[in-house]
C-alpha cells in the first residue's frame, strides 16, 4: 500500500517553533523532507542533552532509521553544509545513506554570499546568499556564460563548474570594486566542499515518489513562513523561495496525489526579524528602525540585558517599551543572526488567512504561556488584533501592497488575563480564561487547534484535542 505525505509550515514571519511541533509528531514519519530555502532557516534540537542548531539539514537528525532529504527548490552553500554535517557527526549521528541531496538543488557560490552582504542590507536579509543564488537561477545564462550550478552539474562537471563560479566571483569583486576576497582561495574551498558531499547525491528526481510508492510516510517542514513566502508575502520584504504548503510538492519533488493533510504552527506573541510591514508590532515603526540599527546588531540580547531592566519596561504605557520587555522576557533574538526580533500581538487577521492560503487542517500554537506576562502590564487583558481599519472602514484581509499594509490600524481586542500555564501538561490542568483564548481564536480563524506550547522544554506542550 502507497504512503502519504503531510506538510508542516509556519503561518506568521518564521520562528513560530516549527521543529518543536515537528518532534512532537514525526514518529511515525520514514522521510523528513526540505522543499525551500537554504542555510537562512535556523533552529535548535536538543534531545536526551544533546543540542545542536541545524540550518541546511532536515529535523529528524536523532531517529536513525529517518531518511532525510533536500530537495530541488533548496539552496545549497556547500561549505556550510559540510561544517554543519561534521558537527552533527560529531555528536555521534550518522548520515550515510539517509541524507539525499537532490541533484537538481541550486548551489549558493561564493559570489551569491558576497552579493547578499552588499546588496541585501534594505530588505535585512540574513545575508546566506540567497536571493542571489535563486536569482542565478531564473537568470541561467548572461551571454554565453552559465550563471547558476545545481548540486548535480556541479559534480559531473566539476573543472567548467569551478571555473564558472570563479568567473562569477571575479565579475562581482570587479563590478564593486571589493578588496581583500581570496577568489582562488574561495572557489577551493567550495570546490572541496562540493567533492566532500558527492556521497550525498541523489540523482533520481523521483526518489521520494518511490519511497511513497513503498509504503513510506513523508514529512515536509517548511523553512521561512507564509508571510516571508517570495509572492505571497510582504514583497520585497520577503526571502526568495515559495514558503507556502502548495511549494511543498514543487520543491519537494513529490506528486501531490499523496498529500494528506497540513500542520500550521504560531506562536502566541508574534516576531518578525528584518524589514518590512508588521501591523502588530509593539511600538510600530520606531520598533522597526530600533531594531535595525546597526545592521541589527545594535541591540543584540548582551546589550538590551545591561540596558534595561524588563520588569521595569512592562510596567510602561509606552508599547514601544513593553515591546522591548517581551522580547528580552521571550528571548527572541535571532538563531542564525543574533538580530533582535520585532515583537507584536497576535494578529488574527494575518494568522486566518496564512491559514486558509496553506489549508490547514490542524494549527499549534506555541509561546501561550507567554500571554500571562500581560497580568504584568498596565493592559486591561490580553491584547490581540481582531480586525483590520484602512481609511476608516474595517477591511477582513492583509491587501497585497506594502503601501497599503503600511496604513493599516488594527483593531485589538482584549481578552481576560491567564495565570501561569507554564506547569500545565493536559488539557485537563488548562484553566478556563486560556479556554476561552483557545475558543476565540478558533472561532476567528477557522481551525481547531491541536497543541499550544507553554514553556520552552520538551515536555511543556498540552495537546488540546482528545
Ligand atoms: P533571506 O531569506 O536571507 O533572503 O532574508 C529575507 C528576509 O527573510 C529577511 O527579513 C530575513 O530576516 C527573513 N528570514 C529568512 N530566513 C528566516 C528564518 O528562518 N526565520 C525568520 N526570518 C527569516
Redesign the pocket.
Known sequence: MAGFSRVLVGLQ???EGKARVLDRIVDDSDVVARFN?GP???HSLEVKGRKIALHQVPSGIFHPQMALYVGSGCVLNPVKLVSEIREIESLGVSLENRLHLSGNATLIQPHHVLADKIK?QA??????G??PAYADLALRMEGERLKTLRFGDGLAGFSWGLDMAKENLKDLVREHKICGVEISREISRFGAALRRLEKYLCADPLFLEKQVQQGKIVLFEG??STQ?DLVYGTYP????SRTISAAAYTGGDLSLRHHKEILGVAKAIMSR????PFVSEFGGKRSEQYCAEGKGLAHTKEKEQQEYDPKKLLASEDWFELGIALRMLGKEYGA?TKRPRRVGMLDLVLLRQGCQMNAVDKLYINKFDELAIFRRTCLPGIPLVAAYRRDGKEIDYLPSAVVDLEKIQPVVEYLPHVPSLSSCRSRESLPGPAWEIIKFIEEKVGVPIYGIGVGPERNQFVEVKE
Do not use: M, P
Open positions: 514571519y518564521g520562528d530555502g537562512n532557516a535556523g541585501g530588505i535585512g536579509t540574513t545575508g546566506n540567497i536571493g523553512a521561512q516571508l520584504y520577503v526571502t526568495s526579524v528584518g524589514n518590512g542564525t
